[in-house]
């Protein structure tokens, strides 16, 4: 199981500019891809730690993760992240996963937005049910203009190459973005399908300064409580 880092094509997924207008470096909410896009020739990094704090034998697991998103030009971010997920047995999964999103319509008068975006799933070790797949996604976001209004968004995504049994290929994309303070915002985002990304995670996002952030929410798997967990970031812009 990893942190979902989704964007069209063939690559990534980070918060939200709501808590903090000055920050739209990320490129996600909590798990779904916002509809923000890194600042041409600044550099995004993170890191993050998600588990399920029981004993491994009992189902337990962690999630340590990176991730490196370049605003390649004006609206058009280009990603890699690394995840490491450790399991009951010896060996973990270790997963690369290149990434780009173009935000191909943007106003910010009316606080609409719009994005295409696609990420690769490469496993660097070989395990049963674990294969190299993409992910394709569209999203739209609509934020009023009053100072704490929500910013929803709403998309769908699609998985290519995606072995058979191993859930559905296709879903709806879902998130709130609810600013509490200045510096504060509850988020829920939400994937549909009974697959490795069917989640919905509320938590919180803080943003201290205009260039980091950190969050903590929960995230609660749609089959079964084996998949909830706890889920950590902390995000830095360059």
């Known amino acids: 199981m990893s942190k979902i880092r989704f964007y069209f094509g063939m690559a990534a997924m980070l918060i939200s500019v709501l808590a903090c207008a000055e920050t739209k470096s990320q490129t996600t909410i909590m798990n779904a891809p916002s509809t923000d896009v890194v600042s041409e020739k600044k550099t995004y990094v993170e890191f993050d730690f998600l588990t399920h704090p029981t004993k491994k034998s009992e189902g337990g697991f962690q999630t340590y993760s990176w991730r490196a998103v370049y605003g390649l030009k004006k609206g058009l971010e280009v990603g890699l992240n690394g995840t490491r997920t450790e399991l009951i047995d010896l060996q973990p999964i270790v997963e690369l996963q290149p990434n780009f999103k173009w935000q191909f319509y943007g ?66 994309i879902g998130a709130i973005e609810q600013p509490l303070f200045k510096k504060v915002s509850f988020v829920t985002d939400y994937f549909s399908g009974k697959n490795r990304f069917g989640y919905v995670t509320p938590g919180l996002v803080f943003t201290p300064t205009n260039k980091t952030m950190f969050a903590a929410g929960f995230t609660i798997g749609n089959q079964g409580r084996g998949n909830n967990a706890f889920y950590f970031y902390i995000g830095h812009l360059f």
């Open 107 to 172: 106003n910010e008068k009316n606080g609409t937005a719009a994005t295409v975006g696609g990420i690769m799933f490469i496993p660097t070790n070989n395990r049963p049910g674990i294969d190299t797949f993409g992910m394709l996604y569209f999203n739209a976001s609509k934020k009023p203009k009053a100072k704490f209004a929500p910013r929803i968004t709403g998309g769908f995504y699609g998985l290519v190459g995606r072995s058979k049994g191993q859930g559905e290929r296709f879903g709806v």
